[in-house]
């Protein structure tokens, strides 16, 4: 590919674009860091949902998503969190606050929701993964939901330079990853290490950004060739609508790293299509 530099960018501006960001709110960051406590039970968890009308909302409305079948309506924060669990009830929190932080802006070509919907898809797909792994799920749902976040700060800052990259790329049906290095000389994937490091996520959510197209990098957390994984899985099964969408190449060595059965992918197939249909009602 010929290198075009007229809308390229500089790492470092991207860094003070991020820095320049609006950082998670405080209560925000206090209720993240709560989730990852596993002994918070579900009494201090109802109450911090309660408190939070849109969150309430939400959490009834996926409860009484057709995915759940209940035969009887669920009206109150407790019968929905007593159904949904505290690892589903844990995820929409953490769903909610970083969709919160990134509003749509006009980028020609950038759909919100296309993003939003593979983001969910790819973050439930490898929660199921890391549980079939005996893993800590948490990391997983956090990684798959953030792995592509790079995406969203090029949109923000730069708009119309993600524009023109979007273009090359329907224009020679490449990958994005592929258009972004050509046209901004700076991927998602610097972007999105550069937001985790500032907001300070968990190194293994780090490594999961920085090795989700490449998990074959020495060193790096055992959680990117799950994202990797996960990513390929949810392209291949289109949960994210994009007419546009291109499957990206499977790394081989993540997929025997994994080691799951058939039977194991098949299940992990389709309850990720089930369950990303039911937070797809509520969140899209």
């Known amino acids: 590919m010929t290198t075009d530099t007229r809308f390229s960018i500089h790492l470092d ?28 039970n579900l009494d201090l968890i109802n109450e911090k949902i309660s408190m939070d009308h849109s969150l309430t909302a939400k959490v009834l409305r996926l ?46 070509g950038f759909d919100f929701r296309v993003f939003w919907r593979h983001s969910i898809a790819t973050a439930i797909c490898a929660e199921l993964i890391s549980r079939a792994l005996h893993m800590k799920h948490d990391f997983a749902f ?25 273009q ?62 996960a990513d390929a899985i949810t392209h291949a099964l289109d949960l994210s609508e994009d007419q546009n969408d291109l499957v990206p190449t499977l790394s081989k060595r993540a997929w025997d790293t994994l080691a799951l059965s058939e039977t194991e992918y098949l299940a992990i197939f389709k309850e990720t299509e089930m369950r990303v249909e039911a937070v797809n009602q509520i969140l899209t």
């Open 63 to 108: 409860a009484n998503s057709s995915h759940y079948g209940m035969n009887s309506r669920v009206v109150t924060v407790q019968q929905a969190t007593s159904l949904l669990g505290v690892k589903s009830i844990k995820n929409l929190i953490r769903t909610t606050i970083l969709a919160n932080r990134f509003p749509p802006t006009p980028c020609e």
């Open 13 to 40: 501006d991207v860094i003070r674009h991020i820095r320049d960001l609006p950082t998670l709110p405080e209560v925000a960051q206090e209720l993240l860091a709560e989730l990852d406590n596993d002994e918070n």
């Open 168 to 229: 090359y790329r329907n224009m020679h049906d490449c990958y994005m990853l592929d258009a972004e290095r050509t046209i901004l000389q700076v991927d998602h994937i610097e972007a999105g290490v550069a937001l985790a490091q500032q907001w300070h996520f968990a190194d293994a959510v780090q490594d999961a950004i920085r090795g989700h197209h490449q998990p074959e990098i020495p060193g790096i957390h055992s959680l990117a060739s799950v994202i990797h994984v």
């Open 142 to 166: 956090t990684a798959g939901l953030l792995h592509d976040i790079g995406r969203l700060v090029l949109v923000i800052s730069y708009p119309d330079r993600y524009a023109a990259a979007i």
